[in-house]
Protein backbone atom coordinates (compact mmCIF):
# COMPACT_ATOMS: atom_id res chain seq x y z
CA UNK A 1 0.00 0.00 0.00
CA UNK A 2 1.31 3.67 -0.28
CA UNK A 3 0.34 4.33 3.15
CA UNK A 4 2.73 1.24 4.35
CA UNK A 5 5.76 2.70 1.82
CA UNK A 6 5.56 6.79 2.65
CA UNK A 7 5.30 5.53 6.21
CA UNK A 8 8.59 2.74 5.94
CA UNK A 9 10.28 5.84 4.06
CA UNK A 10 9.32 8.57 6.94
CA UNK A 11 10.42 5.61 9.37
CA UNK A 12 14.09 5.22 7.89
CA UNK A 13 14.76 8.74 7.67
CA UNK A 14 13.57 9.13 11.66
CA UNK A 15 16.26 6.58 12.21
CA UNK A 16 19.07 8.70 10.44
CA UNK A 17 18.13 11.47 12.03
CA UNK A 18 18.45 10.16 15.68
CA UNK A 19 22.22 9.06 14.68
CA UNK A 20 23.01 12.05 13.15
CA UNK A 21 21.58 14.06 15.80
CA UNK A 22 23.71 12.31 18.62
CA UNK A 23 26.93 13.16 16.32
CA UNK A 24 25.94 17.13 15.88
CA UNK A 25 28.37 19.92 17.60
CA UNK A 26 27.60 22.03 20.45
CA UNK A 27 25.80 24.72 18.53
CA UNK A 28 22.65 22.18 17.68
CA UNK A 29 22.18 22.30 21.21
CA UNK A 30 21.11 26.61 21.10
CA UNK A 31 19.59 26.35 17.41
CA UNK A 32 16.86 24.45 16.81
CA UNK A 33 15.69 26.59 13.61
CA UNK A 34 15.28 25.45 10.47
CA UNK A 35 16.74 21.66 11.23
CA UNK A 36 14.25 20.48 8.05
CA UNK A 37 16.83 22.46 5.36
CA UNK A 38 20.05 20.43 6.89
CA UNK A 39 18.09 16.57 6.49
CA UNK A 40 16.63 16.16 3.08
CA UNK A 41 13.35 15.01 4.93
CA UNK A 42 9.98 14.59 2.66
CA UNK A 43 8.09 17.99 2.93
CA UNK A 44 4.54 16.97 3.20
CA UNK A 45 3.79 12.55 4.08
CA UNK A 46 0.11 11.81 3.55
CA UNK A 47 -1.75 10.56 5.99
CA UNK A 48 -4.58 8.07 5.29
CA UNK A 49 -7.63 9.71 6.27
CA UNK A 50 -9.10 6.49 7.95
CA UNK A 51 -6.39 5.90 9.94
CA UNK A 52 -7.60 4.91 13.82
CA UNK A 53 -5.27 5.99 16.77
CA UNK A 54 -4.40 3.19 18.27
CA UNK A 55 -2.79 1.30 15.12
CA UNK A 56 0.91 -0.09 15.48
CA UNK A 57 2.08 3.12 13.64
CA UNK A 58 1.19 5.64 15.98
CA UNK A 59 1.76 3.53 18.56
CA UNK A 60 5.51 3.28 17.41
CA UNK A 61 5.26 6.80 16.74
CA UNK A 62 4.53 7.71 20.59
CA UNK A 63 7.01 5.40 21.82
CA UNK A 64 9.83 6.98 19.51
CA UNK A 65 8.27 10.85 21.07
CA UNK A 66 8.21 9.85 24.71
CA UNK A 67 12.09 8.25 24.27
CA UNK A 68 13.16 11.01 22.66
CA UNK A 69 11.58 13.82 24.89
CA UNK A 70 13.57 11.54 27.91
CA UNK A 71 16.89 11.99 26.32
CA UNK A 72 16.60 15.76 25.61
CA UNK A 73 15.74 16.31 29.39
CA UNK A 74 18.44 14.70 30.63
CA UNK A 75 20.88 16.66 28.07
CA UNK A 76 19.51 19.69 29.17
CA UNK A 77 20.27 19.44 32.68
CA UNK A 78 23.80 18.47 32.04
CA UNK A 79 24.05 21.36 29.88
CA UNK A 80 22.62 24.09 32.53
CA UNK A 81 24.87 22.24 34.70
CA UNK A 82 28.24 23.37 32.96
CA UNK A 83 26.94 26.88 32.56
CA UNK A 84 26.24 26.94 29.11
CA UNK A 85 23.21 28.88 28.03
CA UNK A 86 20.30 27.78 25.63
CA UNK A 87 17.77 25.07 26.64
CA UNK A 88 17.82 21.98 24.33
CA UNK A 89 14.33 22.23 22.76
CA UNK A 90 12.85 18.83 23.00
CA UNK A 91 13.07 16.89 20.07
CA UNK A 92 9.80 16.11 19.26
CA UNK A 93 9.87 19.47 17.56
CA UNK A 94 12.50 18.38 15.59
CA UNK A 95 10.61 15.26 14.33
CA UNK A 96 7.17 16.60 13.87
CA UNK A 97 8.93 19.80 12.07
CA UNK A 98 9.66 17.46 9.34
CA UNK A 99 6.52 16.45 8.25
CA UNK A 100 5.00 20.28 7.92
CA UNK A 101 5.72 22.66 5.14
CA UNK A 102 8.44 25.60 5.32
CA UNK A 103 7.59 27.42 8.27
CA UNK A 104 7.33 31.31 7.56
CA UNK A 105 7.83 31.73 11.02
CA UNK A 106 11.43 30.31 10.82
CA UNK A 107 14.71 32.42 10.30
CA UNK A 108 17.44 30.90 7.92
CA UNK A 109 20.27 29.38 9.49
CA UNK A 110 23.49 29.60 8.76
CA UNK A 111 24.77 26.05 8.43
CA UNK A 112 29.08 26.53 8.08
CA UNK A 113 29.72 29.18 9.79
CA UNK A 114 31.65 28.14 12.82
CA UNK A 115 30.05 29.89 16.74
CA UNK A 116 32.09 29.52 19.74
CA UNK A 117 29.47 28.54 22.41
CA UNK A 118 27.73 31.42 24.45
CA UNK A 119 29.71 32.91 27.31
CA UNK A 120 28.51 32.62 30.77
CA UNK A 121 27.59 36.74 30.70
CA UNK A 122 25.16 35.77 28.11
CA UNK A 123 22.91 33.64 30.03
CA UNK A 124 23.21 36.27 32.57
CA UNK A 125 22.32 38.76 30.29
CA UNK A 126 19.37 36.81 28.75
CA UNK A 127 18.07 36.30 32.69
CA UNK A 128 18.41 39.93 33.10
CA UNK A 129 16.09 40.58 30.25
CA UNK A 130 13.69 37.58 30.75
CA UNK A 131 14.14 38.36 34.86
CA UNK A 132 14.47 42.37 35.59
CA UNK A 133 13.58 42.18 38.96
CA UNK A 134 15.81 39.64 40.13
CA UNK A 135 18.70 41.39 38.42
CA UNK A 136 20.95 43.78 40.46
CA UNK A 137 22.46 46.54 39.48
CA UNK A 138 26.01 45.17 39.67
CA UNK A 139 24.46 42.28 37.80
CA UNK A 140 23.89 44.98 34.88
CA UNK A 141 27.14 46.79 34.87
CA UNK A 142 29.58 43.13 35.07
CA UNK A 143 26.99 42.22 31.82
CA UNK A 144 27.91 45.38 29.91
CA UNK A 145 31.77 45.19 30.82
CA UNK A 146 32.16 41.36 29.83
CA UNK A 147 30.04 41.97 26.32
CA UNK A 148 32.22 44.73 25.60
CA UNK A 149 35.46 42.86 26.94
CA UNK A 150 34.61 39.25 25.58
CA UNK A 151 31.94 39.07 22.57
CA UNK A 152 32.66 39.74 18.85
CA UNK A 153 30.51 42.72 17.50
CA UNK A 154 30.29 40.31 14.36
CA UNK A 155 29.00 37.21 16.28
CA UNK A 156 25.88 39.41 17.66
CA UNK A 157 24.14 39.11 14.72
CA UNK A 158 24.91 35.18 14.29
CA UNK A 159 23.68 34.65 18.19
CA UNK A 160 20.85 36.39 17.15
CA UNK A 161 20.21 34.14 14.29
CA UNK A 162 20.47 30.75 15.63
CA UNK A 163 19.71 31.57 19.19
CA UNK A 164 16.13 29.83 20.08
CA UNK A 165 15.66 32.97 21.91
CA UNK A 166 16.93 35.95 19.40
CA UNK A 167 16.09 38.84 21.31
CA UNK A 168 18.14 37.33 24.44
CA UNK A 169 21.30 36.68 23.32
CA UNK A 170 24.29 39.03 22.10
CA UNK A 171 22.42 42.24 22.73
CA UNK A 172 24.17 45.22 23.77
CA UNK A 173 22.65 48.08 25.25
CA UNK A 174 23.35 51.35 25.13
CA UNK A 175 23.67 54.22 27.71
CA UNK A 176 20.82 55.54 27.12
CA UNK A 177 18.30 52.81 27.82
CA UNK A 178 19.82 52.65 30.91
CA UNK A 179 19.90 56.58 31.62
CA UNK A 180 16.73 58.05 29.95
CA UNK A 181 17.44 61.33 30.79
CA UNK A 182 20.39 61.25 28.40
CA UNK A 183 17.88 60.54 25.54
CA UNK A 184 15.61 63.44 26.89
CA UNK A 185 18.33 65.71 27.12
CA UNK A 186 19.13 65.24 23.83
CA UNK A 187 15.47 65.99 22.20
CA UNK A 188 15.54 68.56 24.69
CA UNK A 189 18.56 70.31 22.69
CA UNK A 190 16.80 69.63 19.03
CA UNK A 191 13.70 71.34 20.10
CA UNK A 192 15.05 74.11 21.70
CA UNK A 193 17.57 75.75 20.13
CA UNK A 194 18.34 79.37 20.54
CA UNK A 195 17.35 82.08 18.34
CA UNK A 196 19.81 84.89 17.45
CA UNK A 197 18.22 88.21 18.47
CA UNK A 198 16.98 90.26 15.85
CA UNK A 199 17.29 94.09 14.90
CA UNK A 200 15.05 96.26 17.20
CA UNK A 201 13.40 97.76 13.95
CA UNK A 202 11.93 94.39 12.57
CA UNK A 203 8.68 94.80 12.06
CA UNK A 204 6.28 92.59 14.12
CA UNK A 205 3.41 90.93 13.16
CA UNK A 206 0.08 92.70 13.64
CA UNK A 207 -3.28 93.12 11.77
CA UNK A 208 -6.33 95.26 12.10
CA UNK A 209 -8.17 95.70 15.38
CA UNK A 210 -11.69 96.06 14.61
CA UNK A 211 -12.41 97.00 18.01
CA UNK A 212 -11.00 100.26 17.10
CA UNK A 213 -14.50 100.85 14.90
CA UNK A 214 -14.07 100.77 11.05
CA UNK A 215 -11.18 102.97 9.37
CA UNK A 216 -10.45 102.04 6.33
CA UNK A 217 -7.55 103.73 5.88
CA UNK A 218 -6.16 102.01 8.81
CA UNK A 219 -6.90 98.86 7.64
CA UNK A 220 -5.04 99.22 4.35
CA UNK A 221 -2.42 100.84 6.67
CA UNK A 222 -2.17 97.41 8.45
CA UNK A 223 -1.57 95.21 5.53
CA UNK A 224 1.77 95.93 5.84
CA UNK A 225 2.62 94.55 8.82
CA UNK A 226 -0.09 92.05 8.33
CA UNK A 227 1.77 89.10 6.39
CA UNK A 228 1.76 87.35 3.56
CA UNK A 229 0.07 88.92 0.39
CA UNK A 230 -1.24 91.71 2.34
CA UNK A 231 2.22 92.55 3.12
CA UNK A 232 3.50 92.84 -0.53
CA UNK A 233 0.53 94.86 -0.78
CA UNK A 234 1.42 97.45 1.48
CA UNK A 235 4.94 97.49 0.14
CA UNK A 236 3.26 98.07 -3.08
CA UNK A 237 1.48 101.01 -1.96
CA UNK A 238 4.69 102.60 -0.58
CA UNK A 239 6.19 101.72 -3.52
CA UNK A 240 3.86 103.52 -5.94
CA UNK A 241 3.62 106.50 -3.92
CA UNK A 242 7.45 106.60 -4.21
CA UNK A 243 7.12 106.87 -8.03
CA UNK A 244 4.51 109.21 -7.60
CA UNK A 245 6.30 111.72 -5.37
CA UNK A 246 9.76 111.51 -7.81
CA UNK A 247 7.05 112.51 -10.73
CA UNK A 248 5.66 115.17 -8.92
CA UNK A 249 9.33 116.90 -8.34
CA UNK A 250 10.83 119.46 -10.25
CA UNK A 251 12.76 118.13 -13.58
CA UNK A 252 16.38 118.75 -14.02
CA UNK A 253 16.89 121.83 -15.97
CA UNK A 254 19.05 120.90 -18.94
CA UNK A 255 20.34 123.76 -21.53
CA UNK A 256 19.55 123.22 -25.12
CA UNK A 257 17.72 119.79 -24.15
CA UNK A 258 14.11 119.73 -25.50
CA UNK A 259 11.70 119.49 -22.42
CA UNK A 260 9.00 117.43 -24.43
CA UNK A 261 9.56 113.97 -25.39
CA UNK A 262 9.74 113.39 -29.33
CA UNK A 263 6.52 111.60 -29.15
CA UNK A 264 3.55 112.74 -28.61
CA UNK A 265 4.61 116.25 -30.02
CA UNK A 266 4.22 118.55 -26.81
CA UNK A 267 4.28 116.21 -23.72
CA UNK A 268 6.48 117.28 -21.03
CA UNK A 269 9.33 114.94 -19.57
CA UNK A 270 8.13 114.66 -15.63
CA UNK A 271 10.89 113.86 -13.09
CA UNK A 272 9.78 110.14 -13.27
CA UNK A 273 7.79 108.70 -16.29
CA UNK A 274 5.35 106.25 -15.01
CA UNK A 275 4.52 103.17 -17.46
CA UNK A 276 1.63 101.53 -16.85
CA UNK A 277 0.59 97.80 -18.24
CA UNK A 278 -2.79 96.21 -18.39
CA UNK A 279 -4.02 93.12 -20.16
CA UNK A 280 -7.19 92.86 -21.92
CA UNK A 281 -9.27 91.16 -19.27
CA UNK A 282 -9.17 93.77 -17.05
CA UNK A 283 -10.56 96.12 -19.61
CA UNK A 284 -13.30 93.80 -19.99
CA UNK A 285 -13.84 93.62 -16.00
CA UNK A 286 -14.91 96.82 -13.73
CA UNK A 287 -10.87 97.91 -13.23
CA UNK A 288 -11.66 99.50 -16.29
CA UNK A 289 -13.37 102.50 -14.40
CA UNK A 290 -10.23 102.22 -12.02
CA UNK A 291 -7.71 102.44 -15.27
CA UNK A 292 -9.98 105.58 -16.84
CA UNK A 293 -9.57 107.72 -13.38
CA UNK A 294 -5.96 107.70 -14.04
CA UNK A 295 -5.59 108.71 -17.40
CA UNK A 296 -8.33 110.77 -17.30
CA UNK A 297 -6.62 112.94 -14.34
CA UNK A 298 -3.25 112.29 -16.55
CA UNK A 299 -1.87 110.60 -13.38
CA UNK A 300 0.40 108.71 -15.73
CA UNK A 301 2.15 109.12 -18.75
CA UNK A 302 2.13 105.84 -20.97
CA UNK A 303 0.10 102.89 -21.44
CA UNK A 304 0.81 99.26 -23.17
CA UNK A 305 -2.32 97.22 -23.67
CA UNK A 306 -3.34 94.23 -26.20
CA UNK A 307 -5.98 94.65 -28.72
CA UNK A 308 -8.44 93.75 -26.33
CA UNK A 309 -7.35 96.12 -23.87
CA UNK A 310 -8.40 99.14 -26.55
CA UNK A 311 -11.24 97.06 -28.32
CA UNK A 312 -13.22 96.34 -24.92
CA UNK A 313 -13.50 99.91 -24.03
CA UNK A 314 -14.32 101.01 -26.97
CA UNK A 315 -17.35 98.37 -27.39
CA UNK A 316 -18.13 99.36 -23.33
CA UNK A 317 -19.17 102.58 -25.19
CA UNK A 318 -21.57 100.92 -27.29
CA UNK A 319 -23.35 98.01 -25.56
CA UNK A 320 -22.76 96.50 -21.71
CA UNK A 321 -21.05 93.54 -20.56
CA UNK A 322 -23.12 91.23 -18.20
CA UNK A 323 -22.12 88.86 -14.70
CA UNK A 324 -22.36 85.43 -15.49
CA UNK A 325 -20.37 82.14 -13.91
CA UNK A 326 -17.02 80.92 -14.01
CA UNK A 327 -18.99 77.54 -14.74
CA UNK A 328 -21.78 78.21 -17.44
CA UNK A 329 -21.25 75.65 -19.62
CA UNK A 330 -19.48 76.63 -23.31
CA UNK A 331 -21.62 74.88 -25.36
CA UNK A 332 -25.09 76.12 -24.24
CA UNK A 333 -23.35 79.54 -24.68
CA UNK A 334 -22.74 79.18 -27.82
CA UNK A 335 -25.85 78.39 -29.07
CA UNK A 336 -27.23 81.30 -27.41
CA UNK A 337 -24.41 83.94 -28.93
CA UNK A 338 -22.77 84.48 -25.79
CA UNK A 339 -18.91 85.00 -25.30
CA UNK A 340 -17.76 83.96 -21.63
CA UNK A 341 -14.35 85.98 -20.07
CA UNK A 342 -14.05 84.51 -16.55
CA UNK A 343 -17.23 85.09 -15.48
CA UNK A 344 -18.48 87.80 -17.57
CA UNK A 345 -20.75 87.88 -20.64
CA UNK A 346 -20.64 90.05 -23.93
CA UNK A 347 -23.53 89.49 -26.12
CA UNK A 348 -22.15 88.54 -29.35
CA UNK A 349 -24.11 91.46 -31.06
CA UNK A 350 -21.86 93.74 -29.15
CA UNK A 351 -19.23 92.82 -31.69
CA UNK A 352 -21.72 93.35 -34.61
CA UNK A 353 -22.38 97.01 -33.34
CA UNK A 354 -18.65 97.61 -33.24
CA UNK A 355 -18.33 96.52 -36.68
CA UNK A 356 -20.61 98.89 -37.45
CA UNK A 357 -19.16 101.96 -35.72
CA UNK A 358 -15.28 100.83 -36.34
CA UNK A 359 -15.71 100.29 -40.40
CA UNK A 360 -16.57 104.02 -41.31
CA UNK A 361 -13.41 105.08 -39.20
CA UNK A 362 -11.40 102.44 -40.82
CA UNK A 363 -12.66 103.48 -44.31
CA UNK A 364 -11.10 107.29 -42.67
CA UNK A 365 -7.96 106.31 -42.08
CA UNK A 366 -7.37 104.53 -45.60
CA UNK A 367 -8.53 107.66 -47.19
CA UNK A 368 -5.64 109.61 -45.02
CA UNK A 369 -3.34 107.07 -45.92
CA UNK A 370 -3.65 107.50 -49.46
CA UNK A 371 -2.74 111.15 -48.94
CA UNK A 372 0.51 110.33 -47.16
CA UNK A 373 -0.41 109.32 -43.65
CA UNK A 374 1.55 106.71 -41.75
CA UNK A 375 -0.10 104.64 -39.27
CA UNK A 376 1.27 102.78 -36.50
CA UNK A 377 -0.74 100.86 -33.49
CA UNK A 378 -0.17 104.14 -31.03
CA UNK A 379 -1.87 106.66 -33.94
CA UNK A 380 -4.77 104.44 -34.81
CA UNK A 381 -5.63 104.26 -31.33
CA UNK A 382 -5.86 107.55 -30.74
CA UNK A 383 -7.70 107.86 -34.08
CA UNK A 384 -10.26 105.62 -32.24
CA UNK A 385 -10.59 107.72 -28.71
CA UNK A 386 -11.25 111.06 -30.93
CA UNK A 387 -13.89 109.43 -32.48
CA UNK A 388 -15.50 107.39 -29.92
CA UNK A 389 -16.01 110.88 -28.07
CA UNK A 390 -17.43 109.34 -25.00
CA UNK A 391 -16.15 110.32 -21.46
CA UNK A 392 -16.46 106.41 -19.81
CA UNK A 393 -13.59 105.55 -22.42
CA UNK A 394 -9.93 105.00 -21.27
CA UNK A 395 -8.65 105.85 -25.33
CA UNK A 396 -10.84 109.36 -25.37
CA UNK A 397 -8.90 110.65 -22.08
CA UNK A 398 -5.68 109.11 -23.55
CA UNK A 399 -6.10 110.72 -26.60
CA UNK A 400 -7.34 114.36 -24.31
CA UNK A 401 -4.71 114.41 -22.22
CA UNK A 402 -2.00 113.17 -25.45
CA UNK A 403 -1.21 110.23 -23.60
CA UNK A 404 -0.14 107.22 -25.93
CA UNK A 405 -1.55 103.69 -25.74
CA UNK A 406 1.32 101.36 -27.21
CA UNK A 407 -0.42 98.39 -28.36
CA UNK A 408 2.10 95.92 -30.18
CA UNK A 409 -0.10 93.00 -31.37
CA UNK A 410 -3.28 95.42 -32.20
CA UNK A 411 -4.19 92.92 -34.71
CA UNK A 412 -4.81 90.16 -32.16
CA UNK A 413 -8.29 90.12 -31.10
CA UNK A 414 -11.52 91.80 -32.61
CA UNK A 415 -9.71 94.55 -33.79
CA UNK A 416 -7.65 92.41 -35.88
CA UNK A 417 -10.75 91.15 -37.65
CA UNK A 418 -11.89 94.36 -38.59
CA UNK A 419 -8.71 95.37 -40.28
CA UNK A 420 -8.66 91.53 -41.65
CA UNK A 421 -12.52 92.44 -43.49
CA UNK A 422 -11.64 95.77 -44.39
CA UNK A 423 -8.29 94.84 -46.33
CA UNK A 424 -10.50 92.10 -48.38
CA UNK A 425 -12.55 94.60 -49.32
CA UNK A 426 -10.43 97.31 -49.84
CA UNK A 427 -6.96 95.93 -51.08
CA UNK A 428 -4.31 96.42 -49.94
CA UNK A 429 -5.81 97.77 -47.18
CA UNK A 430 -4.44 99.88 -43.98
CA UNK A 431 -0.77 99.53 -43.52
CA UNK A 432 0.28 100.11 -39.93
CA UNK A 433 4.19 100.50 -38.25
CA UNK A 434 5.00 98.82 -35.95
CA UNK A 435 8.63 99.47 -35.66
CA UNK A 436 7.50 103.29 -35.45
CA UNK A 437 5.85 102.14 -32.26
CA UNK A 438 9.07 100.26 -30.85
CA UNK A 439 11.22 103.24 -31.56
CA UNK A 440 8.50 105.73 -29.61
CA UNK A 441 8.07 103.48 -26.64
CA UNK A 442 12.12 102.68 -26.16
CA UNK A 443 12.81 106.29 -26.85
CA UNK A 444 10.71 107.67 -24.26
CA UNK A 445 12.03 105.31 -21.53
CA UNK A 446 16.13 106.72 -22.78
CA UNK A 447 15.01 109.87 -22.71
CA UNK A 448 12.88 109.29 -18.85
CA UNK A 449 14.76 111.13 -15.59
CA UNK A 450 13.38 108.22 -13.86
CA UNK A 451 11.04 105.89 -14.64
CA UNK A 452 7.97 103.70 -12.61
CA UNK A 453 6.30 100.89 -14.06
CA UNK A 454 3.15 99.61 -12.68
CA UNK A 455 1.92 96.19 -14.74
CA UNK A 456 -1.06 94.25 -14.10
CA UNK A 457 -1.45 90.71 -15.81
CA UNK A 458 1.51 89.51 -17.91
CA UNK A 459 2.23 88.68 -21.64
CA UNK A 460 3.30 90.94 -24.11
CA UNK A 461 2.55 93.80 -22.12
CA UNK A 462 4.48 93.23 -19.77
CA UNK A 463 7.72 92.43 -21.62
CA UNK A 464 7.08 95.24 -23.70
CA UNK A 465 7.47 97.74 -21.02
CA UNK A 466 10.37 96.06 -19.25
CA UNK A 467 12.30 95.41 -22.32
CA UNK A 468 11.63 99.42 -23.02
CA UNK A 469 13.41 100.22 -19.51
CA UNK A 470 16.08 97.84 -20.51
CA UNK A 471 17.13 100.38 -22.87
CA UNK A 472 17.73 102.88 -19.53
CA UNK A 473 19.36 99.97 -17.67
CA UNK A 474 16.17 99.19 -15.72
CA UNK A 475 13.30 101.18 -14.08
CA UNK A 476 14.08 102.72 -10.66
CA UNK A 477 10.20 101.64 -8.95
CA UNK A 478 8.72 98.33 -10.26
CA UNK A 479 5.18 96.94 -8.64
CA UNK A 480 3.61 94.22 -10.83
CA UNK A 481 0.09 92.31 -9.89
CA UNK A 482 -0.36 88.93 -11.26
CA UNK A 483 -1.36 85.27 -10.43
CA UNK A 484 1.43 83.77 -12.72
CA UNK A 485 4.75 81.55 -10.99
CA UNK A 486 7.60 81.56 -12.34
CA UNK A 487 7.97 77.83 -12.43
CA UNK A 488 7.03 77.30 -16.05
CA UNK A 489 9.92 79.76 -16.89
CA UNK A 490 7.32 82.35 -18.55
CA UNK A 491 8.06 85.90 -18.62
CA UNK A 492 4.62 86.33 -17.29
CA UNK A 493 4.86 84.46 -14.20
CA UNK A 494 8.84 85.55 -13.40
CA UNK A 495 9.64 87.15 -10.20
CA UNK A 496 11.22 91.33 -10.39
CA UNK A 497 13.96 89.57 -9.39
CA UNK A 498 14.20 88.08 -12.98
CA UNK A 499 13.83 91.28 -14.47
CA UNK A 500 16.87 92.18 -12.81
CA UNK A 501 19.27 90.06 -13.74
CA UNK A 502 18.28 91.12 -17.39
CA UNK A 503 18.95 94.55 -16.46
CA UNK A 504 15.36 95.48 -17.10
CA UNK A 505 14.59 96.74 -13.38
CA UNK A 506 17.68 98.51 -11.63
CA UNK A 507 19.85 95.77 -8.96
CA UNK A 508 19.24 98.99 -6.36
CA UNK A 509 14.97 99.19 -6.45
CA UNK A 510 12.46 98.20 -4.23
CA UNK A 511 10.51 96.07 -6.74
CA UNK A 512 7.34 94.24 -5.57
CA UNK A 513 4.86 91.96 -6.99
CA UNK A 514 1.85 91.05 -5.60
CA UNK A 515 0.55 87.51 -6.05
CA UNK A 516 -3.57 88.19 -7.11
CA UNK A 517 -5.93 89.09 -8.88
CA UNK A 518 -5.19 92.77 -10.35
CA UNK A 519 -9.27 93.22 -10.04
CA UNK A 520 -8.50 92.56 -5.92
CA UNK A 521 -5.57 94.71 -5.67
CA UNK A 522 -5.78 97.50 -7.90
CA UNK A 523 -8.67 99.23 -6.25
CA UNK A 524 -6.83 99.62 -2.66
CA UNK A 525 -3.70 100.02 -4.36
CA UNK A 526 -5.12 103.33 -6.39
CA UNK A 527 -7.16 104.39 -3.27
CA UNK A 528 -3.80 104.38 -1.08
CA UNK A 529 -1.89 106.00 -4.14
CA UNK A 530 -3.16 107.91 -6.73
CA UNK A 531 -6.81 109.09 -6.10
CA UNK A 532 -5.25 109.75 -2.37
CA UNK A 533 -2.64 112.47 -4.13
CA UNK A 534 -5.78 113.81 -6.41
CA UNK A 535 -7.70 114.36 -3.71
CA UNK A 536 -4.64 116.34 -1.91
CA UNK A 537 -3.62 118.21 -4.69
Known sequence: MATSDHFALCKDKQQRFVNNNSQTDDRNQYCNLNLNQSYKLPILI??????????????????YEKSVEAAAAGKNKENLKNGVFGLQTNEKQFFTSTFILQNPFEFPRQQNDKVPPPQVSEFKASQFLLNPNEASNDQQIIHIAQQQQQQPPQNSAILQQQSPHPSTVGIQQSPHHLNPSMDLSSAHEAVLVRSEKLDEDTPKVRGYDFNEGINYEKLLDSY??????????GLAIEEINKMIAARNEEPPIEEDVDPCFSYPEGRKRPACTIFLGFTSNLVSSGLRETIRFLVQ??????????????????????????LGDFSLPGKILRQKGLNRIGNLLVPNDNYCHFEEWLMPVLDKCLAEQENGIQWTPSKIITRLGKEINNEDSICYWAYKNNIPIYCPALTDGSLGDML???????????????????????????????????????????????????MRNGSDYTVFVNTGQEFDGSDSGARPDEAVSWGKVRSESKAVKVYADATLVFPLLVAKTFAKFKQSA
Open 46 to 63: PVQSGSKSYNDKNCDIAA
Open 224 to 233: LTTGFQATNV
Open 297 to 322: HNLIDCIVTSAGGVEEDLIKCLSHTY
Open 420 to 470: YFHSVKNSPGIKIDIVEDLRHINTMAVKSYKSGVIILGGGIVKHHINNANL
